[in-house]
């Protein structure tokens, strides 16, 4: 069980990841962007998840020096977008992530989207970032089985993490037992379904037998179901309550009366559809 806010998973190369982290996809760059990573900061947050396609890589890396907390402490991550992958590409692309954020190494680096031709190209790149020190942990994200196939026949380096759309509605069972197998920690986004199961009775029926808001019972099941959360809010009263979570847990039967909410149903896009 997942007890605090700074409990950590570690990850296949031995680098320990918070099992919770603030999320920053459309969080407008400047002051909204400053203000949200600096709530979650103050409210006891240690990881935080940005990307070049969130275009707030900047205000992300001023709100972690006006903190005036150990940047030791803090778990970064960010991700290399689309257009930017290929070998070459990637080494640039990171470089540009390291001078807006201001750091000499990033915690986690991912490729945003498996871009079909390209991504084998752009691992290439983040396993010499990574044994040139740069980055302590590479991952991909969005990757599905037969991505992973195709990459780790070529890798040297197995990933660390795949962060991947997670909720009740969308389960993929089968993405996670074959991370599992390949030692790979599945990070959750979306794990709020965008709102789509507040109003389920299922999740309404737990919210009131823990007196809990259903947003928390969803990220608890993340929880519990061991895998990396991220959640998202410009607001500072959220993002304190989204991160009240460590007082308990759901049960074996509360976790499989969730999943058996599944629809294979996506709120955002499908890997094997995106228009790259």
């Not at 990573?37 to 275009?55: E, F, M, N, R, S």
């Not at 979306?190 to 947003?215: C, H, I, M, T, W």
């Not at 929880?223 to 998202?232: C, F, N, P, S, Y």
Request: glycine share 8%.
């Amino acid at each position: 069980m997942t007890t605090s806010l700074t409990a950590k998973v570690k990850l296949n190369n031995g680098v320990e990841m918070p099992w919770f982290g603030l999320g920053v996809w459309q969080v407008k760059d400047g002051e909204e962007a400053k203000d949200s990573v600096k709530a979650a900061l103050k409210a006891g947050y240690i990881g935080i998840d940005t990307a070049a396609a969130y275009k707030n890589e900047k205000s992300v890396g001023e709100a972690i020096r006006e903190s005036g907390l150990n940047r030791e402490d803090l778990f970064i991550t960010s991700k290399v977008w689309n257009g930017d992958q290929g070998y070459d590409e990637t080494l640039a692309a990171f470089d540009a992530t390291m001078e807006k954020l201001g750091l000499d190494v990033l915690d986690l680096y991912l490729i945003h989207w498996p871009v079909k031709g390209k991504y084998k190209d752009t691992w290439r790149a983040m396993e010499k970032l990574y044994k040139d020190g740069r980055i302590r942990a590479i991952g991909v994200s969005n990757f599905q089985p037969h991505h992973l196939d195709d990459l780790l026949a070529d890798a040297e380096v197995v990933p660390a993490v795949n962060q991947i759309e997670f909720h009740p509605l969308l389960t993929q069972s089968e993405l996670l037992n074959y991370c599992a197998q390949k030692g790979i920690q599945v990070e959750a986004w979306s794990p709020l379904a965008q709102g789509r199961l507040f109003d389920n009775e299922v999740v309404k029926g737990l919210a009131d037998k823990y007196g809990k808001s259903p947003a928390q019972i969803l990220l608890r099941w993340v929880l519990d179901k061991g895998v990396v959360v991220l959640t998202r809010s410009v607001k500072e009263s959220r993002i304190v309550e989204n991160a009240d979570l460590f007082d308990f847990a759901l049960t074996p039967e509360d976790v499989t009366a969730l999943e058996a909410l599944n629809k294979n149903e996506r709120t955002g896009p499908d890997p094997d559809n995106f228009n790259f």
